[in-house]
């Protein structure tokens, strides 16, 4: 088996989300599985995992919806299956807000507000700072702690936050969660071929 690829999880899969995810994965030099867009999402794990194999480059972003279900969706269920492949290693996922409070939430490592500032409080729909640090409701968020991923960055509805994170914009927030993941994953340093190991590594 080959290097695995590197891939970045998406928790949102509307119309919104799949052009700025685009535009981010462009503005990375990566791909975007854009056939995962949905709401809710349509496409199984295996097809998934068929189509980020198959992608040249380097990070590819994949898009989970369950459209406001509670519960295991078809947007969790397939992504279930994508972070547990043996050929695909998750670098980080952005855990994005839900509409209204409900049952589903998950522990994010850090957030990002709409002002575009890190914050260890989850944030919620808007891009506002919640009172719970390290915790974020949202729709398709509830499996993420049981895939032990090294980098949950919790974010607002993307492409919207008050037009903060709008498409004409750049879409500056969810760049932002992007690079984050890029970073923390030394994705930079492989790419060039001279990654510095992290403490724990040496």
Not at 50 to 58: A, E, F, G, N, S
Request: charged share 30%; with cysteine; net charge neutral.
């Amino acid at each position: 088996m080959g290097q695995r690829r590197k891939v970045i999880l998406v928790t949102d899969g509307d119309i919104y989300a799949a052009k700025t995810i685009e535009l981010a994965a462009k503005n990375v030099g990566g791909r975007c599985i854009s056939s995962s867009k949905g709401n809710p999402s349509k496409r199984t794990g295996p097809e998934l995992v068929q189509m980020i194999l198959k992608t040249p480059y380097d990070p590819v972003f994949v898009m989970f919806d369950d459209s406001g279900l509670t519960g295991e969706g078809t947007g969790e269920t397939a992504m279930k299956h994508v972070a547990r492949h043996p050929e695909i290693e998750v670098i980080g996922a952005i855990a994005v807000a839900s509409k209204t409070h409900q049952a589903e939430w998950t522990k994010v490592h850090v957030s990002i507000d709409r002002e575009g500032e890190l914050t260890e409080y989850g944030v919620d729909k808007h891009g506002l700072p919640e009172m719970e640090p390290h915790k974020m409701s949202g729709d398709t968020v509830y499996c993420l702690d049981s895939l032990n991923l090294p980098l949950v960055v919790g974010i607002g509805d993307i492409g919207k936050m008050g037009r903060k994170d709008d498409l004409s914009k750049g879409s500056p927030i969810t760049m932002k969660a992007v690079e984050l993941i890029l970073e923390r994953s030394g994705f930079h340093e492989e790419r060039q071929g001279k990654r510095v190991p992290r403490p724990e590594e040496k």
